[in-house]
């Protein structure tokens, strides 16, 4: 393989494609713009504390292990991975207590009948029927390239894609089989990993309740960071190389046009037959002249993104006893909440939020007899703030952690704290609007109408990340690589490769 690549952005994305290139043969230089590669899945150390700084879910382990089989390798080589126990701890505002779910039936319906009595057979039918959709997803659309409605509604579509529920928005179809407040949110949650509200995300994403109660949440030793170091590994086997702190002021065109080279900001040019880029699309059409642009500014002002997010870096002193690894606590009033996200957005006035205690599961994250704490919120994107209106906002949701998640006296033991938030992801990532995420997974934002891994003007332009398809979340990223790959390759198939 003769033509050069040139990967911009060391995402879980481009580093995962940079892989399977190396590994046909294609000689491949990855450049990212930061001091580390890893992307969002980036890490820091201080005081003692190590902090993941992104993704904290190590979730669909069959689709780490179908993409480290690709390389040859084995996921056991790279990760020690720890299945969680419990996989997480729910708390509800204003009601005193709190729930441990296993993704166990066995162990988990009695919680469920609990929260909503006769609730056990419902559940096992839908979960059932989340497999089977899953299964469809997996082995049928999920790595296969889509360019027009005509590709995705073929005769496997009309076959099996009934199933999917694609035409029904989430909460809909979870209100139907589940009655109680509780239950439903327990449902739905997990529509936040892909930046969604269930109010307008296509029913098909129920798939998410068979990664979660089916396959279980898992975490690698050393914390999600071991991911993108463990790519980084096996590239350097292939003979990828890395540059790091190279950002990009430009991507050069030949007459077509066609990709030639870019421009690092330091004047320097690299010349390239392929670019794939980790970037989000809006950044990367920013570095193209405007005509090669496939999306207008004014597109892109009417994308739903997905949220940002307040996050706290919190180094404590002692132990927090009442939080598990993942603690989860949701708003009593969901509909407000995630329309003061994405229908009206403002600083959420009860918000759900997240927080990832990683010293529960590995005690070298955080010093002896402390804990290390992320907290994250989830915010509208494009909100506006000042730094001193950051910090309040901050307070007021540590003094609600210590009331609604038993943390007595939480801020007077915090010994380190860093806040990040809208204005970072911009600067820091290149997020448009300074989404922590990407491209909402909204109803008109889903499969083919999520902007295509393939530059439409520009020849031998590509993209992998949580913009384009299949869309947001580290495993997906795994995927999109895939597909990006396949297009390199003109693999049209629909299956998961068999070798590279």
Same mark, same amino acid.
């Given at each position: 393989?003769?033509?050069? =690549?040139?990967?911009?952005?060391?995402?879980?994305?481009?580093?995962?494609?940079?892989?399977?290139?190396?590994?046909?043969?294609?000689?491949?230089?990855?450049?990212?713009?930061?001091?580390?590669?890893?992307?969002?899945?980036?890490?820091?150390?201080?005081?003692?504390?190590?902090?993941?700084?992104?993704?904290?879910?190590?979730?669909?382990?069959?689709?780490?292990?179908?993409?480290?089989?690709?390389?040859?390798?084995?996921?056991?080589?790279?990760?020690?991975?720890?299945?969680? &126990?419990?996989?997480?701890?729910?708390?509800?505002?204003?009601?005193?207590?709190?729930?441990?779910?296993?993704?166990?039936?066995?162990?988990?319906?009695?919680?469920?009948?609990?929260?909503?009595?006769?609730?056990?057979?419902?559940?096992?039918?839908?979960?059932?029927?989340?497999?089977?959709?899953?299964?469809?997803?997996?082995?049928?659309?999920?790595?296969?390239?889509?360019?027009?409605?005509?590709?995705?509604?073929?005769?496997?579509?009309?076959?099996?894609?009934?199933?999917?529920?694609?035409?029904?928005?989430?909460? &809909?179809?979870?209100?139907?089989?589940?009655?109680? &407040?509780?239950?439903?949110?327990?449902?739905?949650?997990?529509?936040?990993?892909?930046? +969604?509200?269930?109010?307008?995300?296509?029913?098909?994403?129920?798939?998410?309740?068979?990664?979660?109660?089916?396959?279980?949440?898992?975490?690698?030793?050393?914390?999600?960071?071991?991911?993108?170091?463990?790519?980084?590994?096996?590239?350097?086997?292939?003979?990828?190389?890395?540059?790091? +702190?190279?950002? =990009?002021?430009?991507?050069?065109?030949?007459?077509?046009?066609?990709?030639?080279?870019?421009?690092?900001?330091?004047?320097?040019?690299?010349?390239?037959?392929? =670019?794939?880029?980790?970037?989000?699309?809006?950044?990367?059409?920013?570095?193209?002249?405007?005509?090669?642009?496939?999306?207008?500014?004014?597109?892109?002002?009417?994308?739903?993104?997905?949220?940002?997010?307040?996050?706290?870096?919190?180094?404590? *002193?002692?132990?927090? &006893?009442?939080?598990?690894?993942?603690?989860?606590?949701?708003?009593?009033?969901?509909?407000?909440?995630?329309?003061?996200?994405?229908?009206?957005?403002?600083?959420?006035?009860?918000?759900?939020?997240?927080?990832?205690?990683?010293?529960?599961?590995?005690?070298?994250?955080?010093?002896?007899?402390? *804990?290390?704490?992320?907290?994250?919120?989830?915010?509208?994107?494009?909100?506006?703030?000042?730094?001193?209106?950051?910090?309040?906002?901050?307070?007021?949701?540590?003094?609600?952690?210590?009331?609604?998640?038993?943390?007595?006296?939480?801020?007077?033991?915090?010994?380190?704290?860093?806040?990040?938030?809208?204005?970072?992801?911009?600067?820091?990532?290149?997020?448009?609007?300074?989404?922590?995420?990407?491209?909402?997974?909204?109803?008109?934002?889903?499969?083919?109408?999520?902007?295509?891994?393939?530059?439409?003007?520009?020849?031998?332009?590509?993209?992998?990340?949580?913009?384009?398809?299949?869309?947001?979340?580290?495993?997906?990223?795994?995927?999109?690589?895939?597909?990006?790959?396949?297009?390199?390759?003109?693999?049209?198939?629909?299956?998961?490769?068999?070798?590279?």
């Amino acid at each position: 393989m003769n033509q050069k =690549i040139i990967v911009i952005g060391g995402g879980i994305g481009g580093l995962a494609f940079a892989n399977l290139a190396a590994k046909k043969g294609y000689p491949v230089t990855l450049l990212e713009k930061n001091e580390q590669l890893g992307g969002v899945a980036g890490q820091f150390s201080e005081a003692g504390f190590t902090f993941d700084m992104g993704p904290s879910w190590y979730l669909m382990p069959d689709v780490f292990q179908s993409y480290f089989d690709l390389l040859g390798e084995k996921v056991e080589d790279h990760l020690h991975l720890v299945r969680l &126990d419990p996989s997480y701890r729910i708390f509800f505002q204003n009601q005193g207590r709190s729930f441990d779910f296993y993704s166990d039936l066995e162990r988990d319906i009695p919680t469920f009948e609990s929260l909503e009595p006769g609730v056990g057979p419902v559940l096992r039918d839908y979960l059932e029927k989340s497999k089977y959709q899953y299964e469809i997803a997996i082995r049928g659309f999920m790595y296969k390239n889509n360019d027009t409605i005509f590709d995705f509604l073929n005769k496997q579509v009309a076959i099996e894609g009934r199933e999917l529920e694609v035409f029904s928005k989430m909460s &809909d179809y979870v209100n139907k089989h589940f009655k109680t &407040d509780e239950v439903q949110k327990i449902m739905q949650y997990t529509l936040v990993f892909l930046g +969604s509200s269930p109010y307008n995300t296509p029913a098909l994403y129920n798939i998410m309740s068979h990664i979660d109660f089916n396959m279980g949440v898992f975490y690698p030793k050393g914390g999600i960071h071991e991911i993108p170091k463990a790519l980084v590994r096996i590239g350097e086997k292939l003979g990828v190389k890395y540059r790091t +702190s190279v950002p =990009i002021a430009q991507i050069n065109t030949r007459r077509g046009p066609s990709v030639k080279s870019v421009r690092l900001e330091n004047g320097e040019k690299i010349e390239a037959d392929i =670019i794939v880029s980790n970037a989000s699309v809006h950044h990367t059409e920013s570095l193209l002249p405007r005509p090669y642009r496939d999306h207008s500014q004014r597109y892109w002002n009417s994308r739903k993104l997905a949220p940002s997010a307040l996050i706290m870096y919190l180094g404590v *002193e002692g132990k927090v &006893d009442s939080l598990t690894h993942h603690n989860l606590l949701f708003s009593p009033d969901w509909k407000k909440n995630f329309a003061e996200i994405f229908d009206a957005p403002q600083w959420p006035t009860d918000p759900s939020l997240y927080i990832c205690v990683p010293s529960k599961t590995d005690p070298s994250v955080a010093p002896e007899g402390c *804990e290390n704490l992320f907290v994250l919120v989830p915010i509208a994107a494009r909100t506006e703030y000042t730094e001193d209106e950051l910090e309040d906002q901050s307070n007021r949701i540590l003094r609600l952690i210590e009331k609604e998640m038993d943390c007595p006296g939480l801020r007077e033991r915090i010994i380190y704290k860093k806040l990040f938030s809208v204005k970072d992801f911009e600067s820091h990532y290149n997020k448009l609007g300074g989404t922590a995420l990407g491209l909402s997974h909204t109803m008109m934002q889903t499969a083919i109408l999520r902007p295509n891994n393939r530059s439409k003007k520009v020849e031998n332009l590509f993209y992998v990340g949580a913009d384009t398809n299949p869309g947001i979340g580290m495993p997906i990223q795994l995927i999109s690589a895939e597909l990006a790959f396949k297009r390199i390759i003109g693999d049209t198939t629909s299956a998961h490769l068999a070798s590279v």
